[in-house]
């Protein structure tokens, strides 16, 4: 139906338009559009006005109001062309002649423009429709115009409204005028407060200028002192960083009772019996001069008031002084042990000064100036030098003169060359020591000396102003696995070491004497090593031949070794050796030990040892030692215990040795008894009290008693 109605309305409008424009819409131009012709021929009749942008919108929805538009503006069209027809044809009167009217011209418009045949009963109900619609839209309107009544009521009634909100409006403005004219003012008289204020803080800030800038200059003045002040304290800080001081302070009293004549073995053996109440005072003062330079200086004084003289001031018991520089070290004091060689000094101690060369031709050079132990009244001076050939060989030599003191007399005179070189790729080093000793006062110059000791190495006969001479040639190395060791040493007649106290070195005038060492692994048995050796003395031959070897004790945490030794001379022979096992764990936290030895005695003859010791940290703090040992000459067997312990703020100690000694002669063994006990307690950082208390007895195998009471305390500040 609403097809045939859009078909009536463009048969009408075609009645009234010979020919169809072209679209006047920019976004409607598809002239194949099943809608092209009804919109150009809308716009045309003047039906279709699109929206002020010029744009027809055809895929856009229509609202109900451009449909009541559309339709509106549709009907009032149809009626003034149909009056148009009318007054061309006289002939319509009636409602009827009308719709014949309409019939005719619908269908003579189809017919011709389109093409479409239309029957009257389909143009009737057509007609009946747009009549019926005609009424609907005089409804609408008919609504439509009350509503738009309303909405000018209710326009009316807002205007009212407006015109009061207007009104209230303006009597706030007017209000709000006066309150801000009011605050204005107010804000006038405070601003010209503010302004005086400011006039008044202005001067104030002028005199605090002033002030400023005198303080600056009195805040200047401090800066100068403080930053002077800073570099004398900087100044004081490097000099204190160039010396480090420390030490410390204790006083020591021991008090001994004794009953009978204390024995000098057994628990006695480290006994001291000397009764002593003394001060001694350790200090430490290490100086840096330079970078390169470090002095450091460490002393003990000691007061003792328990002397024949309590009076006497502080005595210098010990002082050491070591000076370390880029080109030498400095040492005055204990030098540590010296050694030349075992024919002239071995492993010599003594008190006094020792310089070490550190560059160029004295690097490795040593100067001594030593005194004798024991006090006896001698001196030793002492110089060697070992100087390099080449990186494999080295040259030196060395010289020593005993001064005596008390009887202001020149004593023993040593001159000593020796050389070294390695060959075979390092495999071996070769050796050779020339030594030249004069016991007397001999004037002859030290190179002479060297000279005439060198010439007669050969023969080792006499040397005027020589009284003897020694040699040595040694050679060490290896063949492969094996490990050699060979060394011919010549002592001239009247030969002999120097004559010092402590001094380890000897040697048998007129002697000569070769040795030869060797030793190898034997690789079928891990662990084994042979080892054979020749010593001949005197044309009198020294033969040994051994074996050691070693393991760990099957599946046991411990080892296992055994070392045996032959060794024959004249005719005359002697078996050596040991026999050595260690358990580690036998109980937790233990180590037992069990050996026993044959060992050598004077002339060919041995003597053998049985030794068993059991050491057990059987509790926390507390040791357990178990020892026997046999002896042919006597039987000694040993039990200490050691217990530390926490007792109030003290740390407690608690010793308990027991011995028994049985010789052969004798049908009780003598017992030794010493019990110990001690108090520590350290008061702060730097103080350390001791108190000890220590008790020893013997009940001799024939039942005499001895024993001995010590009572000591100790008082320790450090610094």
Known sequence: MKKVLVLIIVAVLLVSSSALAASPFPDFTDENHWAYDAVTVLYAAGLLRGYPDGTLKIRQDMTRAEAFRLVADTFLYLNDKIDVLKGQDTTFGDDEETAKYLRTVVQEALTEKLGYQVDKATIDELIISIAEMKERFEEEKASTDLKFLDIDEKMASLASELNEYSQEVAALEASYKADLEKIKQEYIAELNKIKTDMAGLEATVVEIKVEREADHAALDSIKSDVTAAMSEIDDIN??????????????????????????????FAEFSTAETFRHELSLNMGIRPSDDVFINIATKLVNDFSGDDPALPFAVGSLNMTVDAPDFQGVYGDVGAVTLSDLVLKNYRAQGVKLTGKTGVLDGAKLYLLEDKGHTGKYVALASGNWKVSDTASVGAAFAQVFNHQTRTMEDKVLMAFGETKILDDAWTLRGEAIARSSGGSSTPGLDAIASMLSAAGTLGPVPGLDAIASRLSAAGTLGPVNVSLSHTQIGPGYSVMNLQGNEASATADTSVFRGDLSFPVSQISGLTARAGVEIAQSTPLVKVGVNYKSNLFDMNGTFEVDLERESKDNTGRNLGYVKAVWNELVQNSVFQVAYAVKPA??????????????????????????????????????????????????????????????????????????????????????????????????????????????????????
Do not use: H
């Not at 006083?251 to 628990?267: F, H, N, Q, W």
């Not at 940290?617 to 020892?627: Q, S």
């Not at 030794?672 to 350290?682: P, Y």
């Not at 702060?684 to 195998?701: D, I, Q, Y």
């Open 238 to 267: 490097k000099r204190l960083d160039k010396v480090q001081f420390s030490g410390s302070s204790e006083v020591i009293a021991r008090k001994v009772d004794r009953v009978g004549v204390l024995p000098s073995d057994g628990v």
């Open 602 to 719: 004077a002339g060919m003859t041995t003597t053998t040892e049985t030794s068993v010791a059991f050491d057990w940290d059987f509790m926390r703090n507390a040791k357990l030692g178990l020892g026997y040992i046999l002896e042919p000459a006597k039987a000694t067997s040993k039990i200490g215990v050691n217990y530390t312990f926490t007792l109030g703020s003290f740390n407690a100690g608690l010793g308990l040795d027991l011995r028994s000694i049985k010789l052969p002669a004798d049908t009780n063994a003598s017992r030794d008894t010493a019990v110990d006990f001690s108090l520590q307690r350290s008061i702060g950082e730097r103080t350390n009290f001791v108190v000890s208390w220590k008790t020893l007895s013997r009940v001799a195998a024939n039942g005499t008693t001895t024993s001995a009471n010590v009572a000591g305390a100790s008082v320790k500040v450090d610094f």
